[in-house]
């Protein structure tokens, strides 16, 4: 049986309110910065290793490498709250 458009906006509204209190703790605008620096650099090492597994040239995989340490030098540097 096809349900209602009110039950399906109260069902919005529930997972909406849920959604919110998973937030957790407010951040200062310098611990976002931090998270959502740390948060790309994660995200461009994770490509290049994706990228190094499938690499064939030995001079973009020295490349590769070279970013992978480079990005995690960048990571150990970041303050930890």
């Known amino acids: 049986m096809a349900r209602g458009f009110d039950s399906k906006f109260v069902e919005a509204q529930q997972e909406e309110a849920a959604r919110d209190k998973k937030v957790g703790p407010l951040l200062t605008p310098e611990q976002r910065d931090r998270l959502t620096r740390k948060r790309a650099l994660e995200m461009s090492r994770a490509r290049a290793v994706s990228e190094l597994s499938r690499a064939s040239s030995p001079a973009h995989k020295h490349m590769l490498e070279q970013a992978i340490a480079a990005l995690d ?9």
């Open 73 to 81: 030098e960048q990571l150990n540097g970041l303050p930890v709250d």
